[in-house]
């Protein structure tokens, strides 16, 4: 007699939301300990220190796609279990390690926790709840995300104060989110996946998963040129504190966040795979528009069109994907969008420093970044008009 498929109770998603807000947790936290770090490691160039932000994202894009594979074959719970122990243990060994090779080490190890984190999370919200239910919850997971960088940019900011080796402390967060999932999550039985997706073991369609694939890596190349780029144009450029940055960036993810709890209606009334370009519409009009002339208050309105541009895109693509998977693929499906949305944030920092090397002016790096933006945009649209334009079938949200 084969046991009854577990039902997820209200725990268990709040324990799939909390774990959510680690995701993006990558640098966040250390963020703002990075000058402080400088200073104990004078003997060390710049490059190296930012490494410690950007490591964990390489790490996540190197290794996301063959850890969902395990999962797949391991184990959603499981792999989920020991990428927690290893964020948590990576991240915390930040506290004690006194060595900067040694903590690039244990940052890139915290890259590995948080791809097993991006890919059985999403799995697990993609089995264990169908139509409306999941398009809800897979929305509440976008906001989470959001909201976690928040919440943990902030703490770790309280946290630096007391020195650069506090913030590390954050990452015990982890460990706490694994007590809650050994309590509440069990792994889903394959009975429990959507009718509406593929039974045959296959990934759905997979130019479907190509485009929210290339989606979302678009989405993070450009629009993550706001986080590593603005504090410097606001202290340079506005003559800002650092401390109103934070109040800017905080807007972007408040308004960011709404718009992803406004997912399940948006999606009612318009064609999700037009929201793609949409969204990179938008993330190209508030680059561009800092070619206005400098001021908070334009600086606070781009910043608030880039949040409605991520809004609409993050939930839209997790949703899609969630769709072209079965219990055997929701892994490495779910792995690949984790590879695709850290190398995006990845190689934007690369790209925002070579534009900073042709033109040094920090102020043209946003209008530069949006024209390259308007150009994705147009292949999106003549894509999503050539290809998929009438392929949103309601039926598999109903």
């Given at each position: 007699?084969?046991?009854?498929?577990?039902?997820?109770?209200?725990?268990?998603?709040?324990?799939?939301?909390?774990?959510?807000?680690?995701?993006?947790?990558?640098?966040?936290?250390?963020?703002?300990?990075?000058?402080?770090?400088?200073?104990?490691?004078?003997?060390?160039?710049?490059?190296?220190?930012?490494?410690?932000?950007?490591?964990?994202?390489?790490?996540?894009?190197?290794?996301?796609?063959?850890?969902?594979?395990?999962?797949?074959?391991?184990?959603?719970?499981?792999?989920?279990?020991?990428?927690?122990?290893?964020?948590?243990?990576?991240?915390?060994?930040?506290?004690?390690?006194?060595?900067?090779?040694?903590?690039?080490?244990?940052?890139?190890?915290?890259?590995?926790?948080?791809?097993?984190?991006?890919?059985?999370?999403?799995?697990?919200?993609?089995?264990?709840?169908?139509?409306?239910?999941?398009?809800?919850?897979?929305?509440?997971?976008?906001?989470?995300?959001?909201?976690?960088?928040?919440?943990?940019?902030?703490?770790?900011?309280?946290?630096?104060?007391?020195?650069?080796?506090?913030?590390?402390?954050?990452?015990?967060?982890?460990?706490?989110?694994?007590?809650?999932?050994?309590?509440?999550?069990?792994?889903?039985?394959?009975?429990?996946?959507?009718?509406?997706?593929?039974?045959?073991?296959?990934?759905?369609?997979?130019?479907?998963?190509?485009?929210?694939?290339?989606?979302?890596?678009?989405?993070?190349?450009?629009?993550?040129?706001?986080?590593?780029?603005?504090?410097?144009?606001?202290?340079?450029?506005?003559?800002?504190?650092?401390?109103?940055?934070?109040?800017?960036?905080?807007?972007?993810?408040?308004?960011?966040?709404?718009?992803?709890?406004?997912?399940?209606?948006?999606?009612?009334?318009?064609?999700?795979?037009?929201?793609?370009?949409?969204?990179?519409?938008?993330?190209?009009?508030?680059?561009?528009?800092?070619?206005?002339?400098?001021?908070?208050?334009?600086?606070?309105?781009?910043?608030?069109?880039?949040?409605?541009?991520?809004?609409?895109?993050?939930?839209t693509v997790v949703n899609l994907l969630a769709e072209q998977v079965t219990s055997d693929t929701s892994g490495k499906v779910m792995g690949g969008y984790s590879t695709l949305l850290n190398l995006g944030q990845f190689i934007c920092t690369f790209a925002v420093a070579g534009l900073l090397l042709i033109e040094p002016g920090v102020a043209q790096t946003f209008p530069v970044m949006g024209l390259f933006a308007f150009a994705v945009t147009v292949l999106f649209a003549v894509l999503y008009v050539t290809k998929y334009r009438g392929k949103d079938s309601r039926a598999l949200r109903a």
């Open positions: 007699m084969n046991p009854e498929p577990f039902v997820p109770s209200k725990l268990s998603l709040i324990t799939l939301l909390v774990g959510s807000m680690l995701i993006l947790m990558g640098g966040a936290a250390v963020a703002p300990a990075l000058p402080q770090i400088s200073l104990a490691f004078p003997e060390y160039d710049g490059i190296w220190i930012t490494m410690i932000i950007t490591l964990p994202s390489l790490a996540i894009a190197v290794t996301g796609f063959a850890v969902g594979m395990m999962a797949d074959r391991f184990g959603k719970v499981r792999t989920l279990c020991v990428s927690l122990a290893v964020f948590a243990g990576a991240g915390m060994s930040g506290y004690v390690i006194d060595d900067l090779p040694l903590l690039l080490v244990s940052r890139f190890f915290v890259g590995v926790g948080i791809a097993g984190l991006t890919s059985c999370i999403t799995a697990l919200l993609s089995e264990y709840y169908h139509g409306t239910a999941r398009v809800k919850v897979l929305s509440y997971q976008s906001a989470a995300m959001g909201i976690g960088v928040l919440v943990l940019e902030t703490g770790g900011g309280a946290l630096a104060g007391f020195g650069w080796h506090s913030p590390f402390l954050i990452y015990g967060l982890g460990f706490v989110i694994l007590a809650l999932v050994i309590v509440s999550l069990r792994e889903p039985k394959p009975m429990e996946i959507s009718s509406a997706r593929p039974a045959d073991g296959r990934t759905g369609d997979r130019s479907i998963v190509l485009y929210c694939y290339i989606g979302i890596f678009c989405t993070m190349l450009f629009s993550f040129t706001l986080p590593t780029r603005l504090p410097t144009y606001m202290a340079e450029v506005l003559g800002e504190a650092s401390l109103m940055s934070g109040i800017v960036l905080g807007i972007h993810g408040t308004v960011q966040a709404c718009v992803t709890l406004m997912h399940r209606r948006i999606a009612d009334h318009v064609d999700r795979f037009a929201i793609i370009p949409l969204g990179l519409c938008l993330i190209a009009i508030s680059l561009v528009m800092f070619a206005l002339p400098a001021g908070l208050a334009v600086t606070i309105v781009n910043a608030c069109i880039m949040g409605v541009g991520i809004g609409l895109i993050s939930p």
